[in-house]
DNA sequence: GCGATGACAGATTTCAATATCTGTCATCAC
DNA sequence: GTGATGACAGATATTGAAATCTGTCATCGC
């Protein structure tokens, strides 16, 4: 009634997002979602079947927005091994950053996330195939020289080890201050092996 | 009163760890190690000046053990190569055992771990130099060709990139059927990243 | 007809009273 | 004298009654 406009599962998404942030993953219910869009809770349900669906449609949402910034390193023009290290490197900050920035926030998301492991292996997925993309040029280029039969299983041991670096689970390390040297000896160290 | 034996540190650190594993981190208190022991828990204050020095020493204690179970295969004989990874191999099947085998007493654990960072930081510096002495040695047989002055960093950098396959904050991926190919995965690419 | 509503049942959470625990210390037994 | 005890104060945890939330659905207004 606050509004006029149509009640959809992204105006839903974004103030459930609100509200996660504002109380809490604990404290967040789909009564508060409904008052902050000035609807009642039965209009939610309307959109989303039951409460662990709709966070994890926030969790999805979420974790598509870290993809979606990370396409362009991905993508981007020059070396492989280059491009390698700036998507890790772009991964470990823009995950330092909303760790370091909102450290309320990241735990939030870090309930989310062990809630919807579904989505989060998915999220995965992705991840691993942008650098499997990654991998593939760099073996086009001649610049690795990882057979290409084992690049998909590569592309994820390359996830795997630098998973402290980007798994939430470890976001207290990374405001230490030795943790930037620590991650560049990981990346030098699987820089080496691709090159060997 | 139960028996006529001296209390003594040890004594308690074994009655705590039995008590920690049957009520849990949550509701383990100092008054049950009291009455497990047969004694006033102004007794066990005796020995240790608070409950966290007591949590603490159990912990330490803990991770000892893990410190000497892998020393037989960082002193193993044979080439440096083999010898990480059986030391890592190790780590990993000692870890995973232990989550699979009694998954409430590692969560117990793991929150004791999460109580005493600083415990765990000397306990992963004891890890970290295991591998260390084994790139030394590495590098002494020729195998590996790392260079030296980068010894101590890359022996960390090898601990944090198999993060995911001794970290317990990782223990429920442990189980998963691909778990060991992944390890393997990174075993290899930490191999060819030393031997470049 | 179609999306929104709010009353409802059962499940979950909150809150305040009650019980237990932590850490201290004067006292006790040997 | 040495080490153990248990009463105690303040902090923390447990409990059960009351409040709130989840998910459904008959009904409403456009």
Redesign the pocket.
């Known amino acids: 009634?606050a509004t006029t406009e149509?009640?959809t599962a992204e105006r839903i998404l974004e103030a459930t997002e609100e509200v996660l942030r504002r109380y809490g993953p604990?404290?967040?219910?789909?009564?508060?979602v409904?008052r902050a869009l000035?609807?009642?809770?039965?209009?939610v349900?309307?959109?989303f079947?039951?409460?662990?669906?709709?966070r994890e449609a926030v969790t999805e949402r979420w974790l598509r927005r870290t993809i979606d910034a990370l396409r362009p390193y991905a993508d981007a023009p020059g070396p492989a091994d280059e491009r390698l290290t700036g998507w890790l490197t772009a991964l470990f900050a823009l995950k330092r950053e909303k760790a370091g920035g909102d450290p309320e926030l990241m735990a939030t998301f870090q309930v989310l996330i062990g809630e919807n492991s579904a989505v989060v292996d998915r999220h995965e997925d992705h991840l691993v195939e942008q650098i499997a993309g990654i991998l593939a040029a760099g073996h086009r280029e001649g610049v690795f020289t990882v057979p290409e039969a084992d690049l998909p299983a590569t592309a994820r041991a390359v996830f795997h080890a630098t998973d402290r670096f980007h798994n939430p689970a470890h976001s207290a390390e990374w405001s230490a201050p030795d943790s930037g040297a620590a991650f560049a000896a990981v990346v030098t160290l699987v820089q080496r092996a691709l090159k060997a």
């Open positions: 009634m149509t009640l604990a404290k967040a219910t789909v009564v508060d409904a000035g609807v009642s809770h039965g209009s349900y309307r959109h079947r039951t409460k662990a669906a709709l």
